[in-house]
């Protein structure tokens, strides 16, 4: 079982849709979540990053971990075409300074 | 800030043929990283430096070596370049080790292509 999985998609939503994203990991030493947006041809860039169970909400983005079933999600509420992109969840245990990737969800939002 | 650079952007190889890539970050961090990307293979650690004067294997690292310059500089080379290690590089910088910031920022990439 790889340690982070993520479904690849794609997905496709007309703009306005509520779009979520998840991950289901398997590490119980993972601590620390994030979510990267990967614009094509570009780098990965930081969307949302939390170290604890619950929801962290930024603007239109809200990232939920619940460690007890080992499941991260970011939901997007109001969707733009400018969300387009590929999602990467990322998960740490903090002790070795790595992260762990998910491979991404490749996400189309259509006007 | 310029955040993390990376220099070239593109670069054709011949097998066989050698080259370094160069990465910078201006935000003062201690740990510094260097990933491949493939299509359906995700993001692959190559090597990473928890601090300056320290490197360390990751997940993928043979046909690399790296040097960890300064805080700000760490390199990958490429020693005799195979057609395998077509891909795109992304080099990445951390706070590791710096209280609870684990989160990494990446440079825009290096496309390699070996023919």
């Known amino acids: 079982q790889k340690e982070v999985e993520q479904d690849p998609g794609p997905l496709s939503v007309p703009e306005g849709a509520i779009v979520s994203l998840n991950c289901t990991y398997s590490n119980s030493a993972f601590q620390y979540f994030m979510w990267y947006r990967q614009y094509s041809r570009k780098g990965p860039e930081l969307l949302m990053y939390?170290?604890?169970?619950g929801n962290k909400e930024d603007g239109r983005f809200t990232a939920q971990v619940d460690k007890s079933s080992k499941y991260i999600s970011l939901f997007i509420r109001d969707s733009q075409p400018s969300d387009s992109a590929t999602y990467l969840c990322?998960?740490?245990?903090?002790?070795?300074?790595?992260?762990?990737f998910g491979k991404g969800t490749l996400l189309t939002v259509n006007p | 800030n310029a955040g993390v650079t990376q220099t070239p952007k593109f670069q054709v190889l011949k097998t066989g043929q050698s080259m370094t890539l160069q990465c910078a970050q201006d935000m003062n961090h201690n740990s510094m990283y260097w990933y491949r990307q493939d299509p359906g293979m995700g993001l692959r650690l190559i090597y990473y430096?928890?601090?300056?004067?320290?490197?360390d294997k990751g997940e993928v690292p043979n046909g690399y070596n790296v040097s960890r310059l300064n805080k700000r500089e760490f390199s990958l080379r490429l020693e005799s370049a195979a057609p395998s290690q077509t891909s795109v590089y992304f080099c990445a910088s951390s706070r590791a080790g710096q209280g609870k910031n684990y989160e990494q920022y990446f440079g825009p990439g290096t496309r390699l292509t070996v023919t």
């Open positions: 990322a998960n740490s245990g903090g002790s070795n300074y790595k992260l762990t």
């Open positions: 939390t170290y604890s169970s």
């Open positions: 430096s928890a601090s300056e004067g320290t490197t």
